[in-house]
């Protein structure tokens, strides 16, 4: 059964370019343009994991995070941070807030598609 990804990002483009890798290496995804629509996409969808930009409107990233880590249906769902956020606090502050792996755009497809196989490897173990 193919796993699906949840992309939450208020920039269209990107989530055009991620659906599209994501679809070719053999994802089903479904896409979000803030938390709040992200939350509301995980109670009527079961999501095998979620990539997240960190600055969004109406709900951010580590939000995002934090509601999905201690939700006990989806604790177990990794989160990749995807964002422009570069600093260290910024690491700290995702880290806190459970996020799985951390990406800094500009970031390389291979890399994205590494990492979600690697954390979706490694939660389903977990389970």
């Known amino acids: 059964m193919k796993k699906k990804i949840l ?3 208020d920039d269209s483009h990107l989530i055009t370019l991620l659906r599209f890798n994501l679809e070719d290496a053999g994802y089903l995804v479904k896409s ?3 938390g ?3 939350l509301y996409i995980m109670k009527k969808n079961k999501m095998d ?3 997240a930009d960190m600055m969004m409107p109406a709900m951010d990233g580590l939000e995002l995070c934090r509601r999905v880590k201690s939700e006990p249906l989806w ?3 990794p989160v990749i941070m995807l964002t422009a956020r570069v ?3 910024d690491r700290e502050k995702a880290k806190e807030a ?5 990406i800094a755009k500009p970031f390389q497809m291979k890399e994205l598609l590494d990492s979600v196989k690697k954390n979706l490897k490694v939660y389903s173990n977990k389970k």
């Open 7 to 9: 992309i939450v990002d």
């Open 32 to 34: 979000a343009k803030d």
């Open 36 to 38: 709040k629509q992200a």
């Open 49 to 51: 994991l979620i990539i």
């Open 75 to 77: 604790k177990t769902c």
């Open 87 to 89: 600093q260290l606090s």
């Open 98 to 102: 459970g996020v799985d792996e951390y």
